[in-house]
């Protein structure tokens, strides 16, 4: 009798707890707080990120009014023999002014002044114009063997133009007929075209001290 009745008491109880349990209200899970008092909020480095660039594009400077390009003076600063002059010198303006480019040009240089003897009709004619000016005393010449005149006899290449009419008058006066002609080249040169207020101009020679021998040229806006 005993054990039976210790059955239903421990029966009871079980079914009163599980009541208890399961009509209990419990607090939600959205209704916790985001953080403890006093610890900062946890932000995403996406929503950081986002912030930023809207905080940056509010500080961008408006694009040019059609006033303030009416206003605008074009010039262009060069010759840069080398690109990376150009880019160093263009990345010194470009926060200075309102707009910038640059553009490749081809110039001629002068590479020298050429003294030689008109080619014969062949090698060994070539040969015997050489064996003539070795008897007189002449040994810097070389036969031309390619390009544009092969069998040519080269006397010289000479930077300065004085000094290859001097060559040309020491041979001339051993019963020869040399001939000077200039030696050039199509080398690139770089400009930096740039558009700046013309009631403030800027002062890019300043800005680029070590290019004292560049030049400024007015062009039309772009």
Not at 164 to 183: C, D, M, S, Y
Request: proline residues 6%.
């Amino acid at each position: 009798m005993f054990i039976r009745v210790l059955f239903l008491l421990l029966l009871a109880l079980n079914i009163g707890a599980a009541c208890w349990l399961y009509f209990t209200p419990r607090d939600s899970a959205g209704e916790l707080p985001d953080a403890d008092p006093g610890v900062p909020k946890l932000v995403l480095l996406s929503e950081n990120e986002h912030d930023s660039v809207a905080s940056n594009a509010e500080m961008a400077s408006p694009a040019e009014t059609r006033a303030d390009l009416k206003q605008d003076v074009c010039a262009s600063v060069g010759p840069f023999s080398t690109q990376a002059d150009m880019r160093a010198a263009m990345n010194t303006l470009t926060p200075l002014v309102a707009r910038i480019q640059f553009r490749e040009q081809r110039t001629t240089e002068v590479r020298g002044y050429w003294v030689y003897l008109p080619a014969p009709s062949s090698r060994e004619k070539a040969l015997a114009i050489a064996r003539q000016l070795s008897s007189k005393g002449i040994s810097d010449y070389y036969i031309v063997t390619v390009g544009e005149q092969p069998n040519a006899i080269s006397l010289g290449l000479f930077r300065d133009q004085g000094n290859a009419e001097k060559r040309k008058v020491e041979v001339q006066a051993l019963g020869f007929e040399p001939q000077v002609t200039q030696r050039s080249d199509e080398v690139p040169s770089y400009w930096i075209d740039f558009a700046q207020n013309g009631r403030e101009p800027t002062d890019w020679r300043a800005r680029l001290p070590a290019n004292a021998e560049l030049q400024q040229k007015a062009v039309e806006c772009f």
